[in-house]
Structure formats: C-alpha cells, structure tokens
C-alpha cells in the first residue's frame, strides 16, 4: 500500500536554528516526490521536485535531497517569515499521496 | 508566470444556494485539479480534467459539479451544500495530468456553509 509519511508533526526553532524534516515513503514506482509551503488560508506554494535518489535542490535557505526511502527538507538559519506548514507529496505508478504535514514555527 | 488564480476568495452560502468557484490559469497547461482542504489536514482531490475531460471523480457527491470551458478555465458548481462541506476549495494545474509532474496551486476559496 502507498504510503507517506512527514515527521515530526510540529517544530519549534529559535531564528537561526537549523534543522531538517522528513518525508518517508513507500510506494508502488516512484514518479516524483514534492515539497509545498503553506501558509494558513492559502494555497500551497511550490518548492521542489526530486525524481531520483541523489538528487538535490536548493532555493534560498531551503535544500531538499531524496534517497531510495525518504526526503529531508533542510532549513539553514531559518527566519520568523519561513513559518509555516510544510508538505510532501509523491507521485506513485498509481496515485498522488500527501502527507499531514510538518507545522514549523520559527520564534524571533 | 507559474500564477493560478480563484474566484472569489471567500464564499458564504446557505444550503439552499447555488453558487460557482472559478480558476484560471495561464500556463499553457492541460491539466486541471479540484481539491477540498479541511483545517490541519492536507488536500483531498476532488476532480481532475485533462485535456477538458474529467479523468478523475473521487466519489464526489453529485452537489458538487466540476465543468472545464476550455483548457485555462475550472469551475465547480456548488448546490444543496451541507454544512461539513465548509473548507479551503484548492485548484491547481499541471502540465498533461501526469503523477510525475508538479501542481501549481491557486491561492484557494474559503467556502463557509451555514
């Protein structure tokens, strides 16, 4: 059965405290996995998308890299404003599975 | 210009009402999605058009009724709505429809059903 999996389900940082989140995952093929930003009451904001173990991607502060299991979005130095909900996505021979999402807050 | 756009942002209705959401977009992209988001959850797909045909309905009840204009327009008409049926309503488009291909999505309407 596909299944996604996003840890943990919140985290807390002080500005500048790097950490990372995890998007775990088993699923029939691997299409394509993506990385959102969601702000509340909005839509989802499109980061990323990795195909294949190994690869990398990095947009200002936001580094996120692939293996055969899972995806980890690093954030370097985070800042107030890189507060939100953050979700996986991936893309099976089958269907597009979402995890619940990791709610980050970074405290000034 | 990766920019979805929904109309209108915010939407009250009451169970009796008939009313339309509205997406567009200007990618060139022949797929389009409908989803529905309760709070602290992630987004549940509703429809899915490509190439102006429905290819996907996910059991959707009938009070809820997707129609594709052309390739840049998704509406979803709304009637008899239940209360339970409030959320963040997403559309999103994508190139061909593809399970490998990213979903832009439009910042969303808030439907409230009272």
């Known amino acids: 059965e596909d299944q996604v999996t996003q840890s943990p389900e919140a985290l807390r940082l002080q500005e500048g405290e790097s950490s990372s989140l995890n998007c775990s995952y088993t699923?029939?093929?691997?299409?394509?996995l993506f990385w959102y930003r969601q702000d509340p009451g909005k839509g989802p904001e499109f980061l990323f998308t990795l195909y294949s173990a190994g690869e990398e991607k990095e947009k200002e502060r936001l580094k996120a890299t692939l293996t055969k299991k899972e995806s980890f979005l690093h954030i370097t130095a985070p800042k107030p404003e890189d507060s939100a909900t953050y979700l996986c996505a991936v893309g099976s021979n089958y269907q597009l599975i979402w995890g619940a999402g990791t709610k980050l807050i970074i405290k000034p | 210009d990766t920019e979805v756009t929904q109309t209108p942002k915010h939407l009250v209705m009451g169970m009796t009402n008939k009313k339309s959401l509205k997406c567009e977009q200007h990618?060139?992209?022949?797929?389009m999605y409908w989803y529905k988001q309760k709070a602290k959850k992630p987004p549940e797909l509703m429809f899915v058009y490509s190439y102006e045909k429905l290819s996907i309905n996910e059991s959707v009840p009938s009070r809820f009724s997707p129609e594709c204009p052309n390739s840049s327009l998704l509406n979803l008409h709304l009637h008899a709505l239940q209360p339970e049926d409030s959320a963040l309503y997403l559309c999103?488009?994508?190139?061909?429809?593809?399970?490998?291909?990213?979903?832009?999505f439009g910042p969303g309407t808030r439907l409230l059903v009272l």
């Open positions: 990618m060139g992209h022949r797929a």
């Open positions: 999103a488009s994508s190139h061909t429809g593809g399970l490998g291909e990213t979903q832009y």
């Open positions: 699923v029939s093929g691997l299409r394509g």
